[in-house]
């Protein structure tokens, strides 16, 4: 599979590629992203690590349709734009089109200067520009684009927050999300506008601890100890791991049963989002130290299927977030489309802990555990 970086708003794009399943991680410094997919770590095997090749490109970000009306709709293996010229007899000399596997450039000579219609390195879906179709049909202008996944379908021409929200909602097929990190904060938030925009239901584990337990968080970790509170949190986690189409925040800091590698085995059943508070400055140091991340495998947070590290925080960047959480989540679904039903069925199967490599009927995760342990 592979390892990809994307740098969102402002920012240079890194592609890397790796042979695992792939995840995801977002650097988020306001109000820029860093948004890298990297490989998973084997389940039970810390240490097993593969060479990271590294291929660089550029990339700014934007979307600019100016006040151009258009149309927008998704036919089978294309994807058809119809935009208005608001000018009649236009010649096809004036139109200058320029499309790439994931932009597109469209702009309409008028009075001896360039209008531009559209103007996106955001489009919803990759293109295959060489089959690219134009066309004028009256005062408008009839753009036909070939999706190279034509299983993928559109809900918009570019990826915006309300054309994401569908298309992730349609890709995960009611697969749950759990936000994970030191911050019960930011995952609440986080997850608040998740479910907003999936149309999910969200749910806090601090809100159902404190109701179950009618005592708040703290008082229970300074009374009990962080044990208890972990072992309280996991059996919450067991008993939303068959919910389907929710979004799960989860307790931050060494209370929380996510951050001990040994409490996942009902966090797989969904899709989990690591929100990291990065010490990184730039791109460089953000990827210096996804690697520290992926090498100590010790800490239960790398088991995350997508990584958003945070340069900074405020609640207004919370939309944002998720957005570039969403993103990730696409990503990764479209580079293999059977994760969903894999989630699936690894519900169905109990939730053994033995994400992603599911093992066959009678595997047990706790005697494999155990001899992990005993090996080191």
């Known amino acids: 599979m592979r390892f990809d970086t994307f740098m969102l708003d402002s ?27 990297f490989s998973s770590i084997p389940r039970l ?11 660089l490109c550029s990339s700014i970000p934007f979307v600019s349709t100016g006040t151009t009306h258009y149309e927008f709709s998704d036919v089978s293996s294309e994807v058809e734009l ?11 000399k004036e139109i200058f089109i320029d499309a790439n596997e994931n932009s597109l450039v469209i702009k309409v000579q008028n009075s001896g200067y360039l209008r531009t219609l559209l103007d996106t390195n955001r ?7 060489s089959e690219t179709i134009w066309y004028i049909d009256d005062d408008q202008l009839v753009v036909n684009l070939k999706k190279q996944d034509p299983e993928l379908q559109w809900a918009d021409i570019m990826k915006l927050w309300e054309s994401l929200t569908a298309g992730v909602a349609q890709l995960l097929r009611g697969t749950s999300i759990y936000l994970v990190g030191k911050s019960t904060e930011i995952n609440h938030k986080t997850a608040r506008e998740l479910a907003v925009g999936l149309g999910y239901t969200p749910l806090n584990t601090k809100e159902i601890l ?22 309280a949190e996991t059996a919450i986690l067991e008993s939303l791991s068959s919910h389907a189409q929710v979004v799960v925040s989860t307790l931050g800091r060494k209370h929380g049963a996510a951050e001990r590698p040994n409490k996942w085995q009902h966090l797989f059943a ?3 989002i690591w929100l990291s508070q990065s010490e990184a400055t730039d791109e460089e140091s953000a990827k210096e130290e996804t690697r520290r991340h992926l090498q100590d495998g010790l800490q239960g947070y790398s088991n995350a299927e997508v990584v958003v590290k945070l340069g900074g925080w405020d609640t207004n960047y919370s939309k944002a977030v998720a957005q570039t959480s969403l993103s990730a989540i696409k990503h990764l679904i479209l580079s293999d489309k059977n994760l969903p039903g894999k989630k699936s069925l690894y ?30």
């Open 11 to 37: 920012v240079n794009l890194y592609r890397y590629f790796s042979s695992n399943l792939a995840s995801s991680v977002v650097f988020f410094s306001p109000p820029s992203f860093i948004f890298t997919p």
């Open 210 to 231: 404190e109701s179950y337990s009618k005592e708040i968080i703290d008082s229970w970790v300074a009374s009990q100890g962080c044990d208890v509170v972990a072992e």
């Open 45 to 55: 095997a810390f240490g097993n690590f593969k060479k990271i090749n590294r291929i």
């Open 270 to 272: 969904g899709f989990t």
């Open 82 to 92: 119809r935009l208005e010229l608001r000018k009649e007899g236009v010649s096809p």
């Open 347 to 376: 519900i169905r199967l109990g939730c053994r802990g033995d994400w992603p490599d599911i093992k066959p009927l009678g595997w047990d995760y706790f005697l494999c555990i155990e001899m992990v342990y005993s090996n080191d």
């Open 123 to 129: 489009l919803y879906g990759m293109i295959k520009p």
